[in-house]
């Protein structure tokens, strides 16, 4: 599903992302880095030290973030499918982008978005 500029804005502005995979215990809920806009319906995450988020992502590819405006009083659940990426265009992105924060990048957390929803 196509992302709107202004899902796409937020996308970038927002400092820390909540995200949800889904586990065999449950959701698990982490809060991210910043996000980047790869493209119309793709969203790049730095990966670093996410082992079950990481597995579940393995497992069962369904994944949610949260995103929140609070300058127009408004927000979106993102949900869509996602994959670990170790080698490719968005690894290498955000590989160049960060060669240092937090370490070294040891994977890319990718969402295909599939379904936008309004939050408030």
Not at 19 to 38: A, D, I, N, R, S
Not at 71 to 99: C, M, Q, V, W
Request: zero cysteines; hydrophobic letters at 40%.
């Amino acid at each position: 599903m196509k992302m709107s500029e202004e899902i796409k804005d937020l996308v970038e502005k927002m400092p820390f992302i909540p995200l949800v995979t889904q586990g065999k215990e449950g959701p698990h809920l982490v809060v991210m880095g910043k996000g980047f806009v790869m493209d119309d319906e793709t969203i790049g995450f730095f990966g670093w030290r996410q082992s079950k988020t990481s597995e579940n992502i393995k497992n069962n590819r369904v994944i949610q973030i949260a995103l929140v405006s609070e300058k127009k009083n408004s927000g979106f659940r993102l949900a869509g499918s996602a994959h670990i990426e170790t080698e490719g265009k968005i690894y290498d992105f955000l590989k160049e982008r960060f060669p240092k924060q937090l370490g070294n990048l040891s994977f890319a957390t990718v969402m295909k978005v599939e379904k936008v929803e309004p939050l408030l």
